[in-house]
């Protein structure tokens, strides 16, 4: 099935979508692995997420996932002096999982920050789907710590990029 998917600058009048397809998602995780209805970050189901965390940093920058005009998911990067970046937020609804769009938006990120020297995320630890989707993308889990915001751990993986050289 070929996608019209395209992935944009968040701008604010993209909040409630975001915000729509931001709850879905992580309310579909928190009742898969946790056996609750409800559960995010705080403010993913109300947009203050956005407002504190994109709209407030200068390093950070936002992207929306839209899949044939429809708002399916986002992304939320941070840029560092150094080029060891984090990419961090990223959600799919759940109707558009398991379809290629998490992967195509990894593309979009690594094609956009060319001199990134590495990734870092986060990702709780009972999220499943997660580590097996960062491991296929090539990230390597490289410790655990409690987690601030959810039961259980938070593990970190990290994806080192290889620089190609004119030979």
């Not at 928190?30 to 189901?45: S, T, V």
């Not at 080029?83 to 959600?91: A, E």
């Not at 998490?102 to 990734?119: D, L, Q, V």
Request: proline share 4%.
């Amino acid at each position: 099935m070929q996608l019209d998917l395209k992935i944009e600058m968040i701008v604010e009048e993209d909040l409630p979508g975001l915000t729509h397809a931001m709850t879905r998602a992580f309310d579909n995780d928190a009742k898969k692995y946790l056996g609750r209805d409800k559960g995010g970050p705080e403010g993913y189901d109300n947009g203050d997420f956005f407002r504190k965390w994109l709209f407030s940093y200068d390093e950070c920058e936002g992207y929306k996932i839209v899949v044939n005009g429809e708002i399916v998911g986002g992304t939320l990067v941070w840029l560092a002096k150094d080029n060891n970046n984090t990419w961090g937020n990223v959600f799919v609804d759940p109707s558009w999982q398991n379809k290629g769009v998490g992967t195509r938006a990894w593309e979009f990120i690594e094609r956009s920050y060319p001199s990134a020297r590495s990734w870092t995320l986060s990702t709780p630890g009972y999220a499943i789907g997660n580590h097996k989707f960062y491991e296929k993308l090539g990230f390597e889990r490289i410790k655990e710590e409690d987690a601030p915001d959810h039961p259980g751990k938070s593990f970190i993986y990290r994806k080192m990029m290889v620089k190609k050289t004119d030979e």
